[in-house]
Every structure is written in structure tokens, then in C-alpha cells.
């Protein structure tokens, strides 16, 4: 069974740092793009970054300079370095496997985790 499984959400203090992993089971992430989307209360999933899989990265203008997306195609994980966190952050962060090369958008996705809360607050 494909899984993806997002984990290193958390409560944060403002200007603080999270690293957010996603982990596949039953396939191998190497041939995928992955792309990182959030959802704010009540609002649409947006997304904020992916890579592809030969490594290219793209990022939403509102994030850039604090996200970083990697890949350790070793361990079968995507990772987002999140820094300088802002409240605005607060939201549910989810990744996703698609074979579309680096897309920010829901369709381009195939499979989806079931997300991790990052709260920003002080």
C-alpha cells in the first residue's frame, strides 16, 4: 500500500525553526516529485514548495528565503526546513507524490499524507 507520512509538526515560538519530514512506504520516492502543500482554517490547501525528482525546487514567493525543500533519496524522505516562523504559518502542512516535474498544485498529485500541524504561538 502507497503511504506518505508527515511528521515534525509542532508548537513553535515565533522566529523559531521546524524541520518537516515526509516519508514514503510501499514505493519508492526516486522517481516522484513531491510537493508541500498547507492548509489554513477554513481556506483551500495551498502549495508552498516541491522538488522534483532530478532535485529542481520551486517555492511560493511568500516563502521564500525561510523554506527549504530537500531529498534523501536514501531514505525514502523529502524533507521542509522551515525558519524565521511567522503565526501566519499556523496551518496544517501536507506532502505529496506526483510525477508531474515540481507542481503547486493539488492536481498534479497522486498521493497525499494526512498532514502535520505547525503552530506558531507564544
Known amino acids: 500500500q502507497l503511504q506518505l507520512v508527515e511528521s515534525g509538526g509542532g508548537l513553535v515560538q515565533p522566529g523559531g525553526s521546524l524541520k518537516l519530514s515526509c516519508t514514503a512506504s510501499g514505493f519508492s520516492l526516486d522517481n516522484y516529485a513531491i510537493g508541500w502543500f498547507r492548509q489554513f482554517p477554513g481556506e483551500e490547501r495551498e502549495g508552498v514548495s516541491c522538488?522534483?525528482?532530478?532535485?529542481?525546487?520551486k517555492y511560493v514567493d511568500s516563502v521564500k528565503g525561510r523554506f527549504t525543500i530537500s531529498r534523501d533519496n536514501a531514505k525514502n524522505t523529502v524533507y521542509l526546513e522551515i525558519n524565521s516562523l511567522k503565526p501566519e504559518d499556523t496551518a496544517v502542512y501536507y506532502c505529496?507524490?506526483?510525477?508531474?516535474?515540481?507542481?503547486?498544485?493539488?492536481?498534479?498529485?497522486?498521493?497525499w499524507g494526512q498532514g502535520t500541524q505547525v503552530t506558531v504561538s507564544s
Open positions: 505529496a507524490a506526483g510525477y508531474v516535474p515540481c507542481g503547486l498544485v493539488e492536481v498534479d498529485y497522486d498521493n
Open positions: 522538488i522534483s525528482s532530478a532535485g529542481g525546487r
